[in-house]
C-alpha cells in the first residue's frame, strides 16, 4: 500500500509566527491534497497540486497559505503568520492512480498559543 | 451550494448486529463518492470509491452503494475493531473534495 509521511507530528508556535509542514509520498503520485481537521469537525479541504501547480483551492486557503515543492518529493504547507484559530490537525494525502483512491499521511497537529 | 450530509452522527451496536450509516450530497457533476475510516488521532483511511449510481463495492464485512442522492455503508455482523468514525467525501467537477462530518461508530462487545 502507498504510504504518506509527515513531519513533525506536532508542532507548537506562538501566534504570528511562520510554520512549515512537510509531507513526502512515497514512490509516484498523481494529485497531491492539503487539509485540516479542527478538533472534533469535518475535514476540510484546502488545496489540491498537480503536474506541479495547484489545481484547485478552497477560501480557506488565502494568502496567509502557500504550498511548494521544494526538492521534487517534499511536500510543504506554509503558513505565514499563524492566528489561533489556524489550530488544527493537518493532513496531507496522495494519489497514486487514476483510480483517485486517496492515501492520507498521518497528520501533523499544529497549536498556536 | 456543494454539500454532504451524514447520518446517524453516532451509533452504538452491539457486536454482530448489522446496521447501514448514510451518507446524502448534492454536489455539482460529481466525480467520485468517498468513504474513509478515521481512527481517532490519525489520518483518514481510504475504503472505497464510487462513481456512478447503481454501484456496489464490498471489503470484509463492510458494503457501500451509491445512488444519484445518497450512498449508504453496510456494516455485516461488526466486531468491535470495527469502532470508528466513517467519514463520507465527494468531489465535485472543480476537483474539490467535501467532506461530511462522520458517523461515529461503536461496537459493543
Known amino acids: 500500500e502507498p504510504e504518506v509521511t509527515q513531519t513533525p507530528s506536532h508542532q507548537v508556535t506562538q501566534m504570528g509566527q511562520e510554520v512549515i509542514l512537510r509531507c513526502v509520498p512515497i514512490?509516484?503520485?498523481?494529485?497531491f491534497y492539503w487539509y485540516r481537521q479542527i478538533l472534533g469537525q469535518k475535514v476540510e479541504f484546502l488545496v489540491s497540486?498537480?503536474?506541479?501547480?495547484?489545481?484547485?483551492k478552497s477560501e480557506i486557503f488565502d494568502d496567509q497559505f502557500s504550498v511548494e515543492r521544494p526538492d521534487g518529493s517534499n511536500f510543504t504547507l506554509k503558513i505565514r503568520s499563524t492566528k489561533l484559530e489556524d489550530s488544527a490537525m493537518y493532513f496531507c494525502a496522495a494519489v497514486f492512480s487514476l483510480s483517485y483512491e486517496q492515501y492520507f499521511g498521518p497528520g501533523t497537529r499544529l497549536t498556536v498559543t | 451550494e456543494d454539500q454532504v450530509t451524514q447520518s446517524p452522527e453516532a451509533l452504538r451496536l452491539q457486536e454482530g448486529e448489522s446496521s447501514s450509516l448514510n451518507c446524502s450530497y448534492t454536489?455539482?457533476?460529481?466525480?467520485?463518492l468517498f468513504w474513509y475510516r478515521q481512527d481517532p488521532g490519525k489520518g483518514p483511511e481510504f475504503l472505497f470509491t464510487l462513481y456512478s449510481a447503481g454501484e456496489e463495492k464490498e471489503k470484509e464485512r463492510l458494503k457501500a452503494t451509491l445512488t444519484k442522492k445518497e450512498s449508504f455503508l453496510h456494516i455485516t455482523a461488526p466486531k468491535p475493531e470495527d469502532s470508528a468514525t466513517y467519514l463520507c467525501?465527494?468531489?465535485?467537477?472543480?476537483?474539490?473534495?467535501?467532506f461530511g462530518k462522520g458517523t461515529r461508530l461503536h461496537i459493543l462487545p
Open positions: 454536489v455539482s457533476g460529481l466525480r467520485g
Open positions: 514512490s509516484n503520485h498523481l494529485y
Open positions: 497540486f498537480y503536474n506541479n501547480e495547484i489545481s484547485e
Open positions: 467525501a465527494v468531489q465535485a467537477r472543480d476537483d474539490k473534495i467535501i
